[in-house]
């Protein structure tokens, strides 16, 4: 929605006047026919060349002219073979066919050099917008629209760009300097007004807003009557992309699914739009069971024309799609080296969302997509060497956290901040007290009971933040509020001081009022004025039945959360332990008595025992020879004793084997 109207290259007043003279028929052509006959005064152009080739006057109609047909490369070429003094000439549309044709910063520099020129001022601003200057380029449409617009509809033209702009500062996270948070009624009466709107709401992360304002510009431009069916489509099919986008975010699956259907990627005009929306179709499908298909769908885009590139937001959302798919389909050595380049260029202790989500994917390659404590094994190591790569840290806090270890989770997050302050570079103490990573770790206070801690922790935040030009509010009012609990005389101090200063920058804000109020409670008597604009206190507690409150008493509170963390077995971390055995009670004998001595050979088997008799006579005669150690006839005992004779030999006793040994075989 964001464009330069064609009105704002004209020929100046007194264009006849400095043409050469020899060139009657281009001079009664121009008298004779409108503006909108373009290609009659290129002919024109053309043939009052053939008579003078320099005549600056002539060639800079034909540019005009050529502008107006859309051939800003023969524009430019014409500028080129005119020499210095018709480049001097026609800075103006020099610099806006350079912007046509993709060369921005040149544009913008040569627009910058044109003085006191609206139609200079409107392309330095589209260039500066391109090359994402939002914030001048938003101060260059606020001068526009303070000054007298004396071309038609330029107005309307500007609120238009400005709202563009607008968004685009949402987007890029410097929403501070945007001046109107809300759309207004003007905001409802254009189409494209009301879609610029709608970026913005969605900027700012209002998406039911952002909803409810692109239904209306739809609904405006298909109540347009000077557009053709056509032109309509081409016009919505953007309208219908973003509305996919918020569909997908509000969770309403099913719709996003339909209407993503019903969108036709191919009738986009823009390349950048038409990438735009085959992304969002992905997104919206329920489930990828083929992730290759979408895979493919995403890598076979045609590489983007120069003069229709995606910013920056976007781009780098392209490319981390593109890598969670390349994850999907197990690429996992290809990801680790794309990402280590870009983090290899990149300081790895940032705020960026993007340097952090690449940071994040590389850690995924790394560990394979695994979960748990087998990803932790493959990321601690990663840690060790990049210390303060914020991505890495809150992975690794993140999986702590999915497996109950908040303790572990803690301790990793606190070895950053201490490395993060032991650094000296200034970066890196910004992201050390950044409001996300401070309220992470608050948060794993809290969830340990660590009550300390916070406090600790949030006075080092706002005592870093205070002094800076624009702290983070949210953070000082959570530091404040913590402060007020405290009965150190210091830290009140310091509350009052937060307070004092939040109150004198926004009013308005009821928390900063109330805080304000707490704070000052004690200390004076003269914040009655601010007090009253608060809510009384007989309405706050309206709804509540005090009798019903002290007749269920005081809850008592539960246990911590350490001691919780610590008796709760931690998932994926611990093996089950073996079930213990029950052990079974005595049994003793029926006619057991304690006064007898028990024998003390009972463990052994029966034949063991010394009081064992064999029954029988070959019974006693068998244990007698195979009793080892006992005393033979006519000898001592032992098997190497022998008497003059040999007579206490004791032969082993022959087998059937032994008798047949020495019998002779039989003749055959």
């Known amino acids: 929605m964001h464009f330069l109207p064609s009105e704002l290259i004209q020929a100046p007043p007194d264009f006849v006047r400095k043409m050469a003279s020899g060139a009657p028929s281009l001079d009664s052509l121009l008298r004779n026919t409108t503006l909108d006959d373009h290609e009659q005064i290129l002919q024109a152009c053309n043939a ?8 600056v006057g002539i060639l800079h109609a034909k540019v005009v002219a050529l502008l107006k047909l859309e051939r800003y490369d023969d524009a430019l070429r014409v500028l080129e073979d005119g020499g210095e003094s018709l480049k001097d000439f026609a800075r103006l549309e020099r610099s806006y066919a350079l912007y046509r044709t993709g060369q921005l910063r040149e544009a913008r520099d040569i627009a910058q050099g044109v003085d006191d020129d609206r139609g200079a001022r409107h392309v330095e601003a589209q260039a500066s917008y391109r090359i994402e200057d939002f914030e001048h380029s938003a101060q260059l449409y606020d001068d526009l629209r303070k000054t007298h617009a004396p071309i038609d509809n330029e107005e309307n033209d500007i609120r238009i760009n400005s709202g563009a702009t607008d968004a685009q500062l949402e987007w890029s996270g410097h929403g501070d300097i945007v001046q109107r948070k809300k759309p207004g009624r003007e905001d409802l009466e254009a189409f ?88 969002n179709s992905i997104s919206a499908s329920a489930e990828i069971k083929n992730p290759y298909l979408p895979h493919r769908i995403l890598h076979a885009a045609t590489p983007l024309p120069a003069t229709d590139k995606l910013f920056t937001f976007q781009s780098n959302r392209m490319e981390e799609n593109r890598l969670v798919l390349d994850l999907l389909i197990s690429k996992y050595r290809g990801v680790t080296k794309s990402t280590l380049k870009t983090l290899a260029n990149n300081p790895l202790s940032s705020t960026s969302s993007h340097q952090n989500t690449i940071s994040t994917l590389h850690a995924a390659a790394r560990a394979q997509c695994q979960l748990g404590k087998a990803s932790i094994k493959h990321m601690l190591p990663l ?6 790569d914020v991505g890495l840290v809150m992975v690794i806090v993140q999986l702590y956290i999915l497996t109950n270890n908040y303790g572990s989770a803690a301790n990793v997050l606190e070895s950053f901040l201490k490395h993060s302050e032991a650094s000296t570079s200034p970066n890196d ?5 950044a409001p996300g990573l401070v309220a992470t770790v608050v948060s794993l206070y809290t969830l340990q009971g660590r009550t300390k801690q916070i406090k600790t922790e949030l006075t080092k ?36 001081e937060i307070f004092t200063t939040l109150h004198q920058q926004d009013q308005s804000s009821k928390i900063n009022t109330a805080g304000y109020v707490a704070a000052h409670a004690l200390s004076t008597s003269s914040i009655s ?140």
Not at 205 to 223: K, M, P, W, Y
Not at 429 to 433: G, P, T
Not at 478 to 483: P, R
Request: aromatic share 2%.
């Open 48 to 55: 009052s060349l053939k008579q003078s080739k320099k005549a």
């Open 192 to 279: 494209e007004l009301a879609y610029n709107a709608a970026c913005a709401s969605i900027a700012r992360g209002e998406l039911a807003q952002g909803e409810v304002l692109l239904r209306r510009s739809q609904d405006l431009c298909n109540a347009l009557e000077d557009l053709t069916e056509n032109e309509k489509i081409a016009e919505l099919l953007p309208i219908r992309v973003q509305q996919l986008y918020v569909l997908i975010r509000l969770g309403k699956s099913e719709d996003a699914r339909l209407l993503a259907s019903e969108i036709s990627s191919h009738d986009l005009a823009d390349a950048s739009t038409q990438m735009v929306a085959h992304s």
């Open 383 to 388: 840690l060790d060497k990049r210390p303060l």
């Open 429 to 433: 103490q910004d992201v050390r007290f």
């Open 461 to 496: 935040a706002s005592n870093y933040w205070r002094h800076k030009l624009k702290p983070p509010k949210s953070l000082l009012q959570a530091a404040g509020v913590a402060l007020l609990q405290s009965n150190s005389p210091e830290d009140q101090a310091t509350a009052r």
């Open 529 to 668: 004025d601010e007090s009253k604009s608060l809510t009384a206190t007989s309405r706050l507690i309206a709804g509540i039945d005090i009798s019903a409150l002290e007749e269920a008493g005081v809850l008592q509170p539960g246990p911590n959360a350490d001691a919780l963390a610590a008796s709760r077995k931690r998932a994926l971390d611990e093996k089950p332990k073996p079930a213990k055995k029950r052990l079974r009670k005595s049994r003793l004998p029926k006619d057991y008595d304690p006064s007898k001595t028990p024998d003390p050979e009972r463990w052994l088997p029966l034949k063991d025992r010394s009081s064992y008799r064999p029954k029988g006579k070959k019974g006693r005669q068998k244990v007698a020879t195979l009793t080892q150690g006992g005393v033979e006839k006519g000898g001592e005992a032992g098997a190497g004793s022998t008497g003059k004779s040999g007579e206490g030999v004791v032969k082993a006793a022959g087998g059937g084997a032994a008798k047949a040994k020495n019998k002779k075989k039989p003749k055959k």
